[in-house]
């Protein structure tokens, strides 16, 4: 932080009374995701851009020790050398043109992942390490990210093949499926990735775990350990002697419990129902596809908690389009009332990224504070 933040969330509602969504940024909190991730996962921890692209974000991941980014688009490049001249870029978005292959060139990329013959000698020329991306039909995640991306077992053994002819630095990598709370989803594909490895006759320098280590949602936190040890203990049971190096890019647990959305109570209908100033169309946009936590708060506008009973409401988002509601009602204390403020924590990822500024609603810069 160029300036340190000198408020907490509470107390900035207090004072700015803001009638704005505001996304609300604890740099703390975002260094301690990196040491848990840093300490305890068995390789290299990067990160992945996309989930939250934030200036603030990156610079902290760089003084946080951070040092390789996973990026998908040549404007990921650009800001994560702003924040680190220097970063390794993994480019792992397995589709690109022929201009962005010239800027991946440009930048200098470390890593780039590949699923399918062409993409692999469109971007073979670079010179840098590939990393073949395969599927599986693996439960466990939010939402499946096989659907777009990724190489069947066999296809991952042909490129894996044809990267080792062209003499360049190999690696697989695969992606579970994002908000995936079964450790057993990595080590099925860490099984997997060895068998491919072993069928092409090749041995992996390094192999990519992807992202999608669940973020505090529902409940208790989840134990990340687990997920660490697990994966440990599925690269040496599986790969034995030749263990290649681990590299892992979470987006979603590294960046999410470090900002919270506060968003605030417009009107209470005659219905019941309840409109916020933010809704699908901004910073809540994820809660469509994959439904609202349970971490959520209501603070007047003097900053005191309401504790009514808990009174399910359907909640509407500012615009006026019809789509714009959570898709399930959410359970909201009896004595919500219009001015209070709606808090929901853990939304760093996904949200920021994604909000429009539609109907002239939408999110400003994130403001960094003390304590959520
Ligand atoms: C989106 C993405 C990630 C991050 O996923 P999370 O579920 O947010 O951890 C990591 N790697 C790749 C290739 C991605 O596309």
Known sequence: MKHAPISTLTQH???????????????????????????????????AVKANSDPGVLENLVTAGLHAFDVASPAEMEA????HPKAALHYNNPVRSEAEIAAARAYGIASA????????????????????RFKL?????????????????????????????????????????????????????IQTAARIA???????????????????????APDLHRFFTRIGEAVVQAFGADTPALVCEPGRAMVADAFALATRIKAVRDTGAIFLNDGIYGGLSELRDIGPSDRIRILSPQGLRRQGAAEPHMVFGPTCDSLDHLPQPLALPGDATEGDYVIFDGMGAYSLSIATRFNGYGLGAPIAVTAL
């Open 198 to 220: 072993a069928r092409a006759g090749v041995r992996l320098g390094r192999l990519n775990v992807g992202g999608g280590f669940p973020a505090h949602r529902y409940g208790q």
């Open 80 to 83: 994560v050398r702003a924040a």
């Open 137 to 189: 039909p693996v439960k466990g995640a939010a939402y499946d990210f096989g659907s777009k991306f990724g190489a069947t077992p066999e296809e991952a053994e042909m490129l894996l093949r044809r990267a080792a002819d062209l003499g360049l630095p190999l690696a697989m990598t695969f992606h579970p499926g994002t908000q995936c709370t079964d450790p057993e989803a990595w080590a099925v594909y």
């Open 113 to 132: 992942s590949v699923d399918d013959l062409r993409g692999l000698m469109t971007i073979a020329p670079l010179g840098c390490e590939i990393a073949v």
């Open 13 to 47: 509602l207090v004072d700015h009374g803001p009638d704005h969504p505001v996304l609300f940024f604890a740099p703390e909190r975002l260094h301690h995701s990196a040491r848990v991730f840093q300490q305890g996962f068995p390789g290299l921890t990067t990160y």
